[in-house]
């Protein structure tokens, strides 16, 4: 993959794939392993000693996929659309939705051989995109109007400078004015704390986090959304299986750690919905 940033995404297959092997997975992602080829076991065996952000990484991935059942359960034909979607297989394995995925060339191709659009069991439309030299709002014209759609973007946010985060939402906000975003927020201080030692790999990659915030919520309350969740992705891991660190000592003892890695769910739309949504403790 020539793009260093996708490149990543053999990193969190492997989380997937290897923690759907246990007996006890955090989010079961059975159909992982179908993108197991040599390069992701080599990138695999680079992560695979990290215990707390592996957990982290599967823990963020089904908190998500708990979100996204409760809006299909609301509105079976709902939108999604994942941004930079990876080797994700949601729309394989959730029940209901219209699915709309993009990212890199090289993924898709690759992901068609394996698991074609066509086999799954909703409708799944995968849209090719140089996030380098493409126009994303171009691209975003195949999901067509939809009257509400939620948007995934996973993994991706803390890759993209404080402009391209505030241009995507931006691209969202003029393409869909009713959607609700599912992302991932890690902060400054839990990058700097806990962080170093896997971004030092993701660096070998090519790849890099950038422009970290303490506060990276302000992003979506600055740019007119509201934020209806906001969740530990540690103390989910946790409390739903292991991550080499007692849940009593996450929860009472490392608020930094607790509070530091999060998925979000922020709403854009012309009028404010009514509260915040069931916390996913």
Not at 216 to 230: D, K, N, S
Not at 268 to 278: E, I, M, S
């Amino acid at each position: 993959m020539a793009n260093p940033i996708s490149r990543t995404a053999y990193y969190t297959l492997g989380v997937r794939a290897a923690d759907a092997a246990k007996a006890k997975p955090l989010c079961g992602d059975t159909l992982a392993s179908r993108f197991m080829n040599d390069d992701a076991r080599r990138v695999w065996e680079e992560f695979k000693g990290f215990t707390p952000p592996n957990a982290s990484n599967a823990a963020r991935h089904a908190m998500i996929d708990a979100h996204l059942r409760r809006a299909l359960a609301a509105d079976p034909g709902a939108t999604i659309v994942i941004i930079g979607s990876g080797f994700d297989t949601r729309p394989f394995r959730l029940a209901g939705g219209r699915w709309f995925e993009f990212d890199e060339p090289e993924i898709l191709t690759y992901k068609e051989t394996c698991l074609p659009a066509a086999s799954a069991p909703n409708p799944l439309v995968r849209t090719p995109v140089d996030f380098s030299r493409d126009v994303l709002a171009d691209k975003l014209e195949i999901v067509g109007s939809p009257g509400h759609a939620h948007v995934v973007i996973e993994g991706v946010l803390m890759y993209l400078t404080r402009e391209q985060r505030a241009a995507l939402l931006r691209t969202l906000a003029a393409r869909f004015p009713h959607h609700t975003v599912y992302c991932d927020l890690m902060r400054k201080g839990f990058f700097e704390r806990f962080s170093r030692p896997i971004h030092e790999k993701i660096v070998g990659m090519g790849a890099t986090f950038t422009e970290m915030d303490e506060r990276p919520e302000r992003l979506f309350i600055e740019a007119g959304y509201t934020m209806t969740a906001l969740d530990s992705v540690p103390l989910y891991a946790v409390n739903h299986g292991s991550m080499g660190v007692p849940a009593f000592v996450v929860r009472w003892l490392m608020k930094s750690l607790r509070d530091g890695y999060l998925v979000g769910v922020f709403q854009r739309a012309r009028t404010r919905p009514a509260g915040p949504g069931p916390a996913l403790t």
